[in-house]
């Protein structure tokens, strides 16, 4: 691993001290690593329009998108207080888009625990569906084309 756990974590409890959470009072904070060792973050924005509200661990891959990333090795989370909070099922989706294999970090009391995505997403929705009912390839694989 180029990022040691703990760290990530870290990374996601000074994240959630940015969260706009005055509606649910239940901030999230989260870290990305790159394979390389890269860092990004975010924290949930919540809206008066409950509905517009942002889980962070989107506003973390959307983060991370606009500065050129594309790959992760694992994802921290955090909720207030040290509380666990497991990623949502849409952001479930969007971690499997840009790291199928990545490993999700929680709080578990004074340890970690460490989670597989594909366990959390198992049989998960892709581009390789997708590239099965077109001529074979991927979307990103025939623009390259
Ligand atoms: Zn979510």
Same mark, same amino acid.
């Given at each position: 691993?180029?990022? /040691?756990?703990?760290?990530?974590?870290? =990374? =996601?409890?000074?994240?959630?001290?940015?969260?706009?959470? !005055?509606?649910?009072?239940?901030?999230?904070?989260?870290?990305?690593?790159?394979?390389?060792?890269?860092?990004?973050?975010?924290?949930?924005? /919540?809206?008066? +329009?409950?509905?517009? +509200?942002?889980?962070? /661990?989107?506003?973390?891959?959307?983060?991370?998108?606009?500065?050129?990333?594309?790959?992760?090795?694992?994802?921290?989370?955090?909720?207030?207080?040290?509380?666990?909070?497991? !990623?949502?099922?849409?952001?479930?989706?969007?971690?499997?888009?840009?790291? !199928? =294999?990545?490993?999700?970090?929680?709080?578990?009391?004074?340890?970690?625990?460490?989670?597989?995505?594909?366990?959390?997403?198992? /049989?998960?929705?892709?581009?390789?569906?997708?590239?099965?009912?077109?001529?074979? =390839?991927?979307?990103?694989?025939?623009?390259?084309?």
């Amino acid at each position: 691993m180029t990022f /040691e756990p703990a760290d990530l974590l870290a =990374a =996601a409890v000074t994240a959630r001290a940015l969260a706009y959470a !005055p509606y649910s009072g239940f901030s999230v904070g989260a870290a990305l690593v790159t394979p390389e060792g890269r860092v990004f973050t975010g924290e949930n924005v /919540e809206n008066a +329009s409950y509905g517009l +509200s942002m889980c962070a /661990e989107r506003v973390a891959i959307y983060n991370a998108v606009s500065h050129g990333e594309r790959r992760f090795a694992a994802v921290a989370v955090t909720g207030p207080d040290g509380l666990r909070a497991m !990623p949502c099922g849409a952001c479930r989706q969007v971690l499997h888009e840009f790291g !199928p =294999a990545m490993q999700v970090i929680l709080p578990d009391g004074d340890h970690l625990r460490i989670v597989p995505l594909s366990a959390l997403l198992p /049989e998960a929705f892709g581009g390789g569906d997708l590239a099965a009912a077109s001529n074979g =390839a991927a979307p990103a694989q025939r623009e390259a084309r």
